[in-house]
């Protein structure tokens, strides 16, 4: 576990009796996050520094590139923190740089299944003309994209 997992995951309050924390949390979550995890998710991605006009960050929030919280956290494979964020309401196709959805960042099959369950659209397009599956198959994601490809051929 990095660091950045670890005072992510160590730290974060469960959500039992909290009254910020709604049903959609406990319905995604295990646990039953709560608002303060969220704000420890978006104050870990405000410390990265690609989003300096954003202040205070919001779960759609968008960078100088048009990427939200949620494209980054999928770049991090923390599938606990895209499970919080999607809870939250974060907008599981919206488009970032290249035009590339949260599932165009993602390294974990974990994170993808998660992201298919909120309505992914693996058939989106990036201003290349690639899907996420054909991305990640040509930057060297062979295990996701097969992984994709497995759980989407209904499409």
Known sequence: MGAR??????????GAGDPECD????????????????????????????????????????????DTPLHLVCRWGDAEAVAALLAAGATV?????????????????????????AGADPTIKDEFGETAESFLRSVGQRKVADH???????Y
Do not use: W, Y
């Not at 991605?45 to 100088?64: H, K, M, W, Y």
């Open 5 to 14: 997992q670890r005072a992510l995951g160590s730290d974060r309050a469960s």
């Open 23 to 66: 049903q959609r949390h406990t319905e995604i979550l295990p646990d039953s996050m709560c608002a303060a995890m969220i704000d420890e998710i978006l104050k870990e991605c405000e410390s990265t520094g690609l989003f300096l006009d954003e202040a205070p960050l919001r779960v759609d929030s968008t960078n100088i590139f048009g």
């Open 93 to 117: 196709n919206s488009r970032g740089d290249k035009g590339q959805t949260p599932l165009f960042c993602t390294e974990s099959t974990q994170v993808v299944d998660l992201l298919l369950a």
């Open 148 to 154: 994709i490809g497995t759980r989407t051929k209904k």
